[in-house]
């Protein structure tokens, strides 16, 4: 049954109100108007001159539509004809409308619930009564509300998305970040990441396989203002073309077969950080350009998406190429490794600081330790010589493994060392006499120790011969430092 207000006895809507209604009417918090059948106002309640700072005397006799629901809030223009409370006028059916606006007298409007319900006198239409408030302050709940639950949702995808990552980071990571050494070579590079670690400069850090590019880059990220936000590192060559795209950019549900749902790249989640790009040379083509483009612009668009993400990160790669001689060949963009090339580090590898092996010795002893459940104390000094004699292409990383491969052969807790990789300069110099070969195994064991002949970290303890000998061997095979070596 449709509502309506019946008015039985009286000959307009306006006076039908008795003096205790007009009380009542007065006292309500919501707007009320009256209409009659063309749409003029009869009634405006005091609510209704607060809200729209109409007056009574200003809007009776009058088209209120005109005044008040003229434009909808876009601005655009509100026919009459297509106005609820109108539309009642003509058929009688009530009306509740929850997404509206009404406009003041001073030109700004506000968003109404309002209701129009028809008003008959012995059953026959003479007007409408329309019924409306003020809901600016729900409006404003419910926008920040959304916003709030908005905020919540990116927060929690990228928790979720850093703590995967994360989970997946440190299952293979043990140990601190400090770089173990008191080289020259290493003294010189430590001083060159606290130069450069609070700067949002680009770093490119090259260095043989297996010689610490990533330790480095993590003490880099530790020494700079971004350390409390997260470290995100992306081994270029372990992705194909294709992968490795999804993996720094990210991409929507449906971009590509398998997409089941959206996932965050690792430029996103470096967000305010530092991204790692490890073995940066691999990159295609392609993703070298698009790389380039995020690092000139700091924004980028996920895979079969269209919105442009803005990122604040600290970017800095690795490689064990010699990128220039990429650029050359057609390998990599030159753009691209001038933006990279911005403060260059070089790691060293370990034949060049055959002094840190000690150190270095106690500093993965102490972590395999906590990794293999061993109480080692240390190598033996002949294990120690074996090791400071070797010429470790495979560099930290060789040094490591035949580490923890003695310690998990061990029964004691000194190791012994017990077999090394084939090194020996007499094994490789074919053609030579011995005397040549034995020559040019002391002189390359000399060069590795910056031609330090006595003490622990010297030549004759790494090959096994007292100080005295060496040095008439020396002289005898005329063995003697370079002027350029000096």
């Known amino acids: 049954m449709t509502n309506k207000i019946s008015v039985n006895n009286q000959k307009s809507v306006d006076k039908h ?192 396989n297996g010689t610490g590019k990533e330790l480095v880059a993590r003490n880099l990220h530790q020494l700079s203002r971004r350390k409390d936000k997260p470290m995100i590192s992306v081994n270029c060559a372990a992705f194909s073309a294709s992968l490795l795209e999804s993996e720094l950019f990210g991409h929507e549900k449906g971009a590509f077969t398998g997409a089941t749902s959206r996932r965050k790249g690792r430029f996103e989640l470096a967000h305010q950080g530092t991204l790692f790009l490890d073995e940066v040379a691999e990159l295609s083509l392609e993703a070298q350009s698009k790389l380039l483009r995020v690092i000139q612009e700091q924004s980028f668009e996920r895979l079969g998406g269209s919105e442009t993400i803005q990122v604040d990160i600290r970017l800095v790669a690795a490689s064990h190429h010699d990128l220039l001689k990429r650029v050359e060949q057609g390998l990599f963009r030159m753009d691209l490794y001038y933006r990279l090339n911005v403060f260059p580090i070089q790691v060293p590898p370990l034949r060049a600081r055959i002094e840190d092996i000690p150190e270095l010795v106690s500093h993965i002893l102490h972590n395999l330790n906590r990794k293999l459940g061993k109480k080692i104390r240390g190598v033996s000094q002949k294990g120690l010589q074996k090791l400071m004699a070797y010429t470790w292409p495979g560099n930290v990383r060789e040094l490591q493994n035949i580490l923890e491969r003695e310690a998990i052969l061990s029964q004691g807790d000194i190791l012994q060392i017990h077999a090394m990789p084939s090194n020996n300069p007499l094994a490789q110099a074919q053609g030579q006499t011995l005397a040549e070969a034995e020559a040019l195994h002391i002189e390359q064991t000399l060069k590795r120790l910056n031609w330090r002949i006595s003490g622990p970290l010297g030549a004759a303890n790494v090959l096994g011969v007292p100080a005295s000998t060496l040095r008439s061997r020396m002289k005898k095979l005329g063995i003697q430092r370079q002027s350029s070596e000096i």
């Not at 309640?45 to 009574?56: C, I, L, Y």
């Not at 876009?74 to 009404?102: A, M, W």
Request: with cysteine; aromatic share 8%; proline share 3%.
């Open 17 to 208: 109100f008795l003096p205790e209604n007009q009380l009542l009417l007065n006292a309500v918090g919501e707007g009320i108007y009256g209409f009659d059948l063309s749409g003029n106002a009869v009634f405006i309640n005091p609510a209704a001159e607060r809200m729209t700072g109409w007056k009574n005397e200003e809007l009776l006799g009058k088209n209120i539509h005109n005044c008040h629901h003229h434009s909808h809030a876009d601005g655009s223009h509100y026919p009459q004809e297509d106005c609820p409370i109108y539309n009642t006028l003509k058929d009688g059916i009530t009306r509740e409308i929850t997404h509206d606006v009404f406009w003041r007298k001073d030109g700004s409007s506000f968003p109404v619930h309002y209701s129009s319900t028809p008003v008959y006198r012995d059953n026959e239409l003479i007007g409408v009564v329309a019924i409306f408030r003020d809901i600016s302050i729900q409006k404003q709940t419910e926008q920040s509300l959304r916003q709030a639950l908005a905020q919540v949702q990116a927060l929690s995808e990228r928790l979720a998305s850093e703590n995967h990552y994360l989970q997946a980071e440190l299952a293979d990571k043990t140990g601190d970040v400090d770089i173990s050494g008191g080289s020259s070579v290493i003294r010189h590079m430590i001083q060159q990441l606290h130069m450069v670690a609070n700067t949002d400069s680009t770093v490119l850090i090259c260095g043989e």
